[in-house]
Structure formats: structure tokens, C-alpha cells
């Protein structure tokens, strides 16, 4: 399994609104793709700017293969990454 936690901070807060339908219409996208386990979107309350990905992939490549797919390719990558700051980690699983 591959998985990745992505946290997003905005450029500009007053993006929120739009960015979290951005993320919601990319997530749902990304949760059909072939490979996808699990593919989470959460708005930090505590910090208004902040938003993370939670990304479970059968493999690297299933996760490589999602950034030639619409979610990654016409929403995420020219809509949503110029208009934040992102710090991504790979991350093991401890326990399922």
C-alpha cells in the first residue's frame, strides 16, 4: 500500500470557499480511480488556511497512474496547487 498525507495552506484565505469545492469535486473523482482505497479531504477548523489529503493507494503506481487522471490533471494541478503552499508525506500505515 501507498499512502500519502498532503497538508495545503492557502495563499490567500478568502480562497476557502472555492478551494474546498475544488477539493471535494477532486476527491470524488479520485475515490472511483482504479487503485484508489481510500481518499480523504479535511478542513483543519482550527486553521482556517489549512486543508489536508489523506491518500491510501494499492501501490505507487495506482497513485503515479491518479496524476494522469482529471482530478490531479484539470482540477488539483492547475486550479488548487498554484493558490497554495503543499508539504506531502509519505506515510506508513502502523495498524489497519
Known amino acids: 500500500?501507498?499512502?500519502l498525507?498532503?497538508?495545503l495552506t492557502l495563499k490567500d484565505?478568502?480562497?476557502a470557499n472555492e478551494i474546498e469545492g475544488l477539493l471535494t469535486e477532486a476527491c470524488r473523482l479520485s475515490r472511483t480511480e482504479p487503485g484508489c482505497l481510500r481518499f480523504d479531504v479535511y478542513y483543519a477548523e482550527a486553521e482556517p488556511a489549512t486543508f489536508v489529503l489523506v491518500e491510501?493507494?494499492?501501490s505507487e503506481q495506482a497513485w503515479k497512474a491518479h496524476r494522469e487522471e482529471k482530478a490531479y490533471c484539470e482540477i488539483y494541478q492547475?486550479?488548487?496547487m498554484p493558490r497554495v503552499e503543499r508539504v506531502a508525506h509519505r506515510v506508513k500505515l502502523l495498524i489497519e
Open 1 to 3: 500500500m501507498f499512502c
Open 5 to 7: 498525507n498532503v497538508i
Open 13 to 15: 484565505a478568502s480562497d
Open 56 to 58: 491510501h493507494w494499492e
Open 78 to 80: 492547475p486550479l488548487v
